[in-house]
């Protein structure tokens, strides 16, 4: 059974500041990570994809991969109040498996 | 609007009902997904097409449970004899046939069983 394990917060983190969410997962041969931000009674909004090891920067976002440690994270630069939401990580292989998400609060 | 759609967007329904959710995935689109999800938890994946053909189903797809995409385009999720266990947000998603290929979801409908 593919896992894909999340601290499930609340992360709470001062508006400007760098919010920084892990993610770990249990198939070695995934090849395929994502980011979803997800607001209270909403769908899942894609953030960021990430298929090789390193980084990749998308404005305030920058997605890190690290396939031998099987670890994904997510930096947000400049944390604002609109940034409160659930994160999830995400790794598909024909289907999405997601983790359970992490509440991200910025405290104004 | 090229986006993902879903309808109905809310749905309450009394137990032992039966009810029927569609999903209109992106027009370029070949693959369409169905996911459930409950409070505090992440989506779970239930089954997934590719054009017509139903390519995989969960084990979490009990025989109450029956989807459709009949002529590669539009998918409908039916739930038979519904129970209160089944009150969730059920999500749709569309993505093209390459492996990894992002999932672009629609707004979800929710499903209330009283």
């Known amino acids: 059974q593919k896992e894909v394990e999340q601290n499930s917060g609340p992360l709470s983190v001062p508006e400007g500041a760098i919010a920084s969410l892990n993610c770990t997962y249990s198939d070695r041969g995934s090849q395929s990570f994502f980011w979803y931000r997800q607001y209270s009674g909403k769908s899942p909004e894609l953030i960021m994809s990430i298929y090789s090891n390193g980084d990749k920067e998308d404005g305030r976002f920058t997605a890190q991969l690290n396939k031998a440690s099987q670890y994904v994270s997510l930096l947000i630069r400049d944390s604002q109040p609109s940034d409160s939401a659930t994160y999830l990580c995400a790794v598909n292989d024909d289907k999405i498996i997601f983790g359970k998400g992490t509440r991200l609060h910025i405290l104004p | 609007d090229t986006g993902v759609s879903q309808n109905p967007r809310h749905k309450i329904t009394k137990r032992g009902q039966n009810v029927t959710f569609r999903c209109d995935p992106i027009?370029?689109?070949?693959?369409l997904y169905w996911y459930r999800q409950t409070l505090g938890q992440g989506p779970e994946f239930l089954t997934y097409?590719?054009?017509?053909?139903?390519?995989?189903k969960s084990r979490l797809l009990s025989d109450r449970f029956s989807a459709e995409r009949p002529k590669g385009s539009f998918s409908t999720l039916e739930i038979q004899r519904t129970e209160q266990g089944d009150s969730a947000m059920y999500l749709c998603?569309?993505?093209?046939?390459?492996?990894?290929?992002?999932?672009?979801f629609g707004p979800g409908t929710r499903l209330t069983v009283l």
């Open positions: 998603a569309s993505s093209t046939s390459m492996r990894g290929d992002t999932q672009y």
């Open positions: 097409f590719q054009n017509e053909a139903q390519l995989e």
């Open positions: 027009s370029e689109h070949n693959r």
